[in-house]
């Protein structure tokens, strides 16, 4: 067996090739993050078959995507290790604090001799696209809170009194209404019914000349600070809030073509929209990497560490949170939601309360049993059906 150790980075590569029988066929050596680079390593393999082949690097994110591609593509047997194994690896055999590149791709050969190790499945086409906008969605909704967080610091500034006078600051009539009226003074000076006609249009109704008028003589009597630097931040704001708004809608309307592609049979369980679904495939992937229902809990961090040691035993330990997070915050807004749109969830969930757990404790039960659930739906291919 050769195998090839690959320590990732952003521009190059450190690489080593020794057999099983602890040869050196090429010692360290560097390639670049391109396809001179990727080639030399290619040619730097001894003629074997590719059977007898084990290509292993961590994952780090983004940076090793290329060259991952590129393994697959040539088929080589690609093992992907987790970077907490590595390094509790590199912990366990030596006491000296010392790490380089060229000492870790080593390493990664060590850790691929001594560990039965499944090589890495090239997930669809659809998961692999699928994860990457779920991600790209939840980074432009991180950028999102941050404006909708600038636009209340804006309005504490400007016109503190609005919140207690509209359901929400961030709400579409609110928003329509700071918009053609970017300051205390303008809102305060408007002209009622074109006001009252802002507001009833882009509130559906709900708002008219009662809440037009309620507005206008609070901002008269504001201690709101005007200025233009202010309500030029403020219209640029609403702007950027529009902008996301609008992209990922984009963002989400992809997704459900993939999703609608893909027909899983997880939209079939109570609580799970595309929304949702689309993480939890997208974090998943390849379904057959996990033989079993704990081993996706472990991947999603779902599980409770445990501790015992001598006649101890560690009692209420927490869950331990690795593994990927997106994933463990969707199976538990999924969880829920689940608790209660189903009734045997539902009661899952109180028999946890009646036991005196926390709702949060109660919930993250219920996630575990979500997995289970999952994990068959995903491995038979079949649709959740309710318990009556």
């Not at 086409?125 to 999102?144: D, I, V």
């Not at 919140?163 to 928003?175: H, L, R």
């Not at 028999?351 to 949060?360: D, Y």
Request: proline share 3%; net charge positive; charged share 25%.
């Amino acid at each position: 067996m050769i195998y090839i150790g690959i320590d990732v980075a952003k521009d190059k590569h450190d690489c080593i090739i020794i057999s099983s029988d602890g040869e050196i066929i090429r010692n360290s050596f560097t390639i670049k993050n391109n396809l001179e680079g990727f080639t030399n390593l290619l040619q730097s393999i001894p003629d074997v078959p590719k059977n007898e082949i084990r290509v292993g690097l961590e994952a780090t994110g983004h940076y090793s995507l290329n060259i991952m591609n590129f393994i697959l593509e040539h088929q080589l047997p690609l093992i992907v290790l987790n970077p907490l194994q590595t390094n509790l690896f590199r912990k366990a055999h030596t006491l000296r604090k010392s790490k380089t590149d060229k000492i870790d791709a080593r390493l990664i050969v060590f850790m691929m001799q001594s560990g039965n190790f499944k090589p890495h499945s090239n997930v669809s086409y659809h998961l692999s696209e699928l994860k990457s906008l779920t991600r790209h969605k939840s980074r432009f909704k991180k950028t999102l809170a941050k404006y909708r967080i600038s636009l209340c610091r804006i309005l504490d500034i400007m016109f503190p009194e609005l919140e207690e006078i509209v359901y929400s600051i961030n709400q579409k009539s609110t928003y329509a209404m700071l918009k053609e009226f970017p300051s205390k003074d303008a809102l305060a000076s408007a002209h009622l019914t074109r006001l009252t006609n802002i507001l009833r249009k882009s509130s559906r109704g709900k708002y008219g000349v009662e809440k037009a008028l309620l507005i206008r003589t609070t901002a008269a009597s504001s201690i709101g600070t005007d200025s233009r630097a202010i309500s030029f931040e403020l219209t640029q704001t609403l702007s950027m809030i529009e902008l996301y708004n609008l992209e990922i809608k984009k963002i989400e309307r992809e997704i459900k073509l993939i999703m609608d592609e893909l027909c899983s049979p997880i939209l079939s369980v109570p609580g799970i929209s595309y929304g949702l679904g689309s993480i939890i495939l997208a974090e998943i992937g390849d379904i057959s990497r996990f033989d079993t229902s704990s081993k996706l809990l472990a991947f999603a961090g779902l599980e409770p560490s445990t501790y015992q040691s001598g006649k101890f035993n560690g009692t209420e330990m927490k869950m331990v949170k690795r593994g990927s997070s997106y994933l463990r915050w969707a199976l538990l807004e999924a969880a829920r939601l689940i608790a209660i749109k189903d009734t045997t969830f539902r009661a899952y969930y109180l028999k946890k309360k009646a036991e005196g757990k926390h709702h949060n404790v109660a919930t993250s039960h219920v996630a575990k049993k979500l997995i289970r659930v999952l994990h068959h739906l995903l491995t038979t291919n079949t649709v959740y059906v309710p318990q009556v």
